[in-house]
């Protein structure tokens, strides 16, 4: 869904990287900055300091969307600079979904099956990538929109945090949902490889 706007938003940013650009940092470093980051912020997750968590998992999500934007400025787009964001992205996934669980906001069996599906969503547009097909837009929910709700759960956690709905905790609610749309997105990635690769050749 925000890949849609992927565009709208870096003509938005491309100031703010351009002026990155210049600074003696390379977008690689950048993303390892990010993932470094996202350790903080799993940090104030689990010592319940949640404004804090918030606050940096904002900054490590920014980060993951300048690295490539800095590295299309400075023409230093590669393919390892790719996989390494890919790999910095599950690794902060995880980060987040550990720390929300030792830090007691969600249930252990729904936090797991949740990085599971994240992880999932994540092999499956990978491997019809590999096979030559366009796998941005399809499934219920992309990364960015599932870090985007996510850091709202936690905002109307901090503002409301005694709020509970059938007796489970906003943040709770939020990762089962998110669960669960996850594996239909993985689903549904399978499901068009299926097609795909089933079609008949030109």
């Not at 565009?7 to 650009?21: L, S």
């Not at 998992?57 to 400025?73: K, Q």
């Not at 996989?83 to 720390?99: F, P, Q, T």
């Not at 594996?183 to 097609?195: A, C, D, E, G, N």
Request: hydrophobic share 55%; net charge positive; no cysteine.
């Amino acid at each position: 869904m925000l890949n849609k706007w992927k565009k709208r938003f870096e003509k938005i940013f491309k100031p703010i990287g351009r002026g990155i650009a210049k600074l003696p940092i390379s977008p690689n470093a950048l993303t390892l900055l990010g993932l470094a980051v996202s350790l903080i912020s799993g940090y104030f997750i689990v010592t319940h300091d949640l404004t804090l968590g918030v606050i940096f998992l904002i900054l490590s999500s920014a980060l993951d969307m300048f690295d490539g934007l800095v590295a299309r400025i400075k023409g230093r787009v590669s393919k390892f600079g790719g996989v390494l964001d890919s790999m910095a992205d599950r690794y902060e996934d995880g980060i987040l979904l550990i720390s929300l669980i030792y830090g007691g906001f969600v249930d252990l069996l729904w936090g797991l099956i949740a990085l599971l599906g994240f992880l999932l969503v994540s092999y499956s547009r990978a491997k019809g990538e590999i096979l030559g097909l366009k796998m941005s837009g399809v499934g219920i929910l992309e990364r960015a929109e599932r870090l985007l709700i996510i850091i709202l759960a936690i905002i109307i956690t901090i503002i409301y945090p005694t709020l509970e709905i059938a007796g489970f905790s906003v943040l709770n609610i939020t990762v089962i949902l998110l669960a669960v749309v996850a594996h239909i997105s993985v689903l549904q990635r399978v499901l068009f490889i299926k097609k795909k690769v089933e079609e008949p050749e030109q």
